[in-house]
């Protein structure tokens, strides 16, 4: 919130000026009494000193500081003027109590003008820092509305690409599953035969690729209906984590996993999509490992969502394929489908989550995952 007060003055810089002010009125009061002998013009140049505490005072303390500086003036000068006007010409002591009066006005207008500039500093202060909140609200509301153009441009690909990759995925699936029938009883009939029960092994393998391949595909293309019930977070990290136990010892690869109280937030989201959401990002830190290595897992949390962090050894990301790593068949990998982080892209949107891929300083991903915790 802005803050439209002026600041507190040093107190130490105040005790300072009202010593300085009151020694500079006390030496000039002293030399005028002290002197009272000298020639009328000898007092009169001396008055016109008084004007330089009453300037000082009202820049420093505004209307107060101008107007009380030149009143105690006032109430040391009288006495000795008093004294004085035997010796003065009737247009003289017209000019002492001008000059007086003069000094009262001066103090005043001086510590009013003060304060005015005061004000107007203020206000072109104030009008900075709005001017300068707008800027950045501008600033944040133009890349939100980048950042939502950009999901609802992803959400079309996803849909039009969802669509197609249905009809061909269920247009494939049939011919393949007669191929496998077909390959089996061939291979039951050639039982004898190495050679071609070696090529029917492989042909099943593959028809058996093709199918989890196909799997993938229809699952990507037909989003199943969430089924929500409330879990911690820390279980869900823990299935997950089960799941690629075999993965990681088959690299030699250790993962790290730092408990902390977010594991004990509940969440309200499908389980078994979340569980794959986890399964899909430890899957590619381990690819994106190789061999050896450690990965880490930690929860995170920020206002209104939780959510887990995972940082891997690898290579990192290119810069140019940032963008694209969660468009629907985009990959980096020799036999990736491009489909893992579009479907972890999906889930979460419908969990109304979030992803956020980055690369670390030196080398490594690391790929936060958040979940509202209203669910």
């Given at each position: 919130m802005l803050n439209n007060d002026p600041p507190e003055p040093n107190q130490a810089r105040v005790l300072f000026d009202l010593i300085a002010i009151g020694l500079v009125v006390a030496v000039l009061t002293i030399i005028h009494y002290t002197n009272y002998h000298y020639e009328v013009d000898y007092h009169i140049l001396l008055q016109f000193a008084y004007y330089l505490p009453v300037?000082?005072?009202?820049?420093?303390?505004?209307?107060?500081?101008?107007?009380?500086?030149?009143?105690?003036?006032?109430?040391?000068?009288?006495?000795?003027?008093?004294?004085?006007?035997?010796?003065?010409?009737?247009a003289a002591k017209y000019t002492?109590?001008?000059?007086?009066?003069?000094?009262?006005?001066?103090?005043?207008?001086?510590g009013i003008l003060t304060e005015e500039e005061r004000k107007a500093k203020r206000k072109y202060k104030l009008a900075l820092m709005i001017q300068k909140e707008l800027v950045e609200k501008l600033k944040r509301e133009g890349q939100e509305r980048e950042r939502l153009e950009g999901e609802i441009r992803q959400t079309e690909r996803v849909t039009a690409l969802g669509h197609m990759s249905a009809g061909l995925a269920h247009e494939i699936r049939n011919p393949l599953g007669i191929m496998k029938v077909s390959i089996q009883m061939l291979a039951q009939e050639k039982c004898d035969d190495g050679v071609v029960s070696e090529y029917?092994?492989?042909?099943?393998?593959?028809?058996?690729?093709?199918?989890?391949?196909?799997?993938?595909?229809?699952?990507?293309?037909?989003?199943?209906?969430?089924?929500?019930?409330?879990?911690?977070?820390?279980?869900l990290l823990d299935e997950g984590v089960t799941l690629v136990q075999p993965a990681l010892r088959q690299n030699n690869i250790k993962l790290e996993q730092a408990r902390s109280q977010v594991d004990l937030q509940?969440?309200?989201v499908d389980p078994d999509q979340i569980k794959q959401v986890i399964l899909n990002i430890l899957l590619n830190a381990i690819d994106a490992q190789g061999e050896g290595g450690v990965i880490l897992l930690s929860g995170v949390q920020e206002e209104g969502f939780v959510g887990f962090a995972v940082s891997d050894e690898g290579p990192g990301i290119l810069p140019d394929a940032l963008p694209y790593i969660y468009?629907?068949?985009?990959?980096t990998k020799e036999t990736g489908t491009g489909l893992g982080l579009s479907v972890v892209h999906r889930i979460l949107d419908q969990h109304g989550g979030k992803i956020t891929t980055l690369n670390l300083n030196e080398r490594g991903v690391r790929v936060e995952i958040l979940l509202s915790k209203q669910g």
């Open positions: 300037i000082y005072a009202a820049m420093r303390f505004g209307p107060a500081g101008g107007i009380i500086s030149s009143f105690i003036i006032t109430l040391l000068f009288i006495p000795l003027m008093w004294h004085m006007q035997g010796d003065l010409s009737p002492q109590w001008v000059e007086v009066g003069l000094i009262n006005v001066i103090g005043w207008l001086t029917c092994r492989v042909l099943l393998e593959e028809c058996e690729r093709l199918n989890r391949l196909l799997s993938e595909f229809l699952s990507f293309a037909r989003p199943k209906e969430l089924v929500r019930e409330g879990i911690t977070l820390g279980k509940e969440v309200e468009d629907p068949f985009f990959t």
